[in-house]
């Protein structure tokens, strides 16, 4: 009986990617906490209060004019996101997806926040991301909030409440749900320790149900 559960083990590693996640690998914990800290840097700034309050300290700050700094923010953004990108993505081919038995928590989210910001990408990754969750390598509720993006860039109704949409450029609205009167039980299952409603006001919006054929009506 032990010979017979140690094979199952050792089958259940094979099934896995690349390389087995058995021992923790600090090299790699070290560049994807470096990854992760520059995927953030930029999006802090634009969403930062300091902006709104200080903009002229920040433009100093970065060398470039006020009237220029959303620019320059977003500019840097997209070049660091590219680069994260491309080595993330080599990652993900040598070791499959680092999770946290290879890297430990938090930093078992870098990879998957910088394929959360390539949404082009997100198809190809998305069943990784899936097998990393249902393993517990990767929190269920960060594979549920990319299952919801990727759903909801088909025009189909997410699951988990946690994708918002703006029409006219200034309304946001949760986009639609499927089954919503079931979304909150969903979201505590996946790990979310907030309701879609408080999700919705951390948004800077209210939830209220809507449908796809609702979203179609809406002013483009």
Not at 104 to 112: D, K, R
Request: no cysteine.
């Amino acid at each position: 009986m032990r010979h017979f559960l140690n094979a199952l083990v050792l089958l259940g590693w094979l099934a896995f990617p690349a390389v087995a996640q058995t021992t923790p690998n600090l090299r790699l914990k070290h560049e994807l906490d470096s990854l992760y800290e520059v995927d953030q840097r930029y999006r802090a700034m634009l969403f930062s209060p300091r902006l709104n309050r200080r903009p002229d300290s920040l433009a100093a700050a970065l060398g470039v004019s006020k009237e220029g700094l959303n620019s320059a923010i977003m500019g840097q953004m997209i070049r660091t996101d590219a680069t994260n990108l491309t080595r993330v993505q080599a990652i993900l081919k040598q070791y499959g997806y680092p999770g946290k038995s290879l890297v430990g928590a938090p930093t078992n989210e870098a990879a998957w926040s910088v394929i959360q910001h390539a949404p082009a990408l997100i198809p190809q990754y998305l069943p990784m991301m899936k097998t990393a969750a249902e393993t517990g390598e990767l929190p269920f509720r960060l594979y549920a909030t990319m299952l919801d993006r990727q759903l909801m860039f088909e025009n189909k109704e997410q699951l988990y409440g946690t994708q918002a949409q703006n029409y006219n450029n200034k309304e946001w609205f949760i986009w639609p749900i499927q089954n919503a009167a079931q979304v909150n039980q969903r979201r505590k299952q996946a790990g979310f320790k907030t309701t879609v409603e408080e999700n919705a006001a951390r948004l800077g919006t209210s939830y209220k149900v809507l449908t796809l054929e609702d979203v179609a009506k809406m002013p483009k």
